[in-house]
């Protein structure tokens, strides 16, 4: 997998907007993505080095729309902390 494979967008949330006072930054990743990789492809794409990645696999809730129920697909979230004196700014692209 490239590293644009593995990260696909930034989480732009009141909770991931408030983990950046962390050192903190939460992005979506694909399903098989390891930590490793995760790590390796935030340091390349970024030019940070990353301390530690966190990663939740979010489950799809189950939801009814004009009287068909469905199931919203799963994903996962990794929350990339980075080393003192590195940051992200996630508002501008790549």
């Known amino acids: 997998m490239s590293k644009y494979d593995i990260i696909l967008s930034p989480v732009i949330t009141e909770k991931a907007t408030r983990l950046t006072e962390a050192n903190q930054v939460v992005f979506r990743v694909t399903l098989g993505a390891t930590k490793p990789a995760i790590a390796a492809a935030i340091a ?38 980075l080393e003192e004196g590195h940051q992200i700014d996630i508002t501008t692209g790549l």
């Open 44 to 81: 390349d794409l970024f030019k940070v080095k990353v301390k530690a990645v966190n990663t939740i696999t979010v489950k799809g809730k189950r939801k009814l729309a004009r009287g068909k129920r469905y199931t919203r697909n799963d994903f996962k979230k990794a929350i990339v902390t």
